[in-house]
């Protein structure tokens, strides 16, 4: 089992920026991937970006060049740092951790708000 846990999120101004952290705890050996995923209201959820074991990311074409997705082995956590936000970018951001046998797991998601 993985548990996540997100923080950071907040309310803040379209331009701003937010840093979103994830901690992961539990069979932390058994993870290939992580990432952000963000589900508005009366919307499906999407990936957001993601980073896998050797360190390779991925982004949504609407966060490219904004967002940045990283992350510290020793701590067990996952940042996402989001600068240039816009009111599209709110959402409920989740974490997620994806096992090599093929195991997703989810936080309990961080309220992102970014007003106009």
């Known amino acids: 089992q993985v548990q996540l846990v997100e923080s950071g999120g907040g309310l803040v101004q379209a331009g701003g920026s937010l840093r979103l952290s994830c901690a992961a705890s539990?069979?932390?050996?058994?993870?290939?991937?992580m990432g952000w995923f963000r589900q508005a209201p009366g919307k499906q959820r999407e990936m957001v970006a993601s980073i896998n074991r050797g360190g390779s990311t991925n982004y949504a074409d609407s966060v490219k060049g904004r967002f940045t997705i990283s992350r510290d082995n020793a701590k067990n956590t996952v940042y996402l740092q989001m600068n240039s936000l816009k009111p599209e970018d709110t959402a409920v951001y989740y974490c997620?951790?994806?096992?090599?046998?093929?195991?997703?797991?989810w936080g309990r998601g961080t309220q992102v708000t970014v007003s106009s």
């Open positions: 539990g069979s932390i050996f058994s993870i290939n991937a």
């Open positions: 997620n951790a994806f096992s090599l046998s093929g195991i997703q797991y």
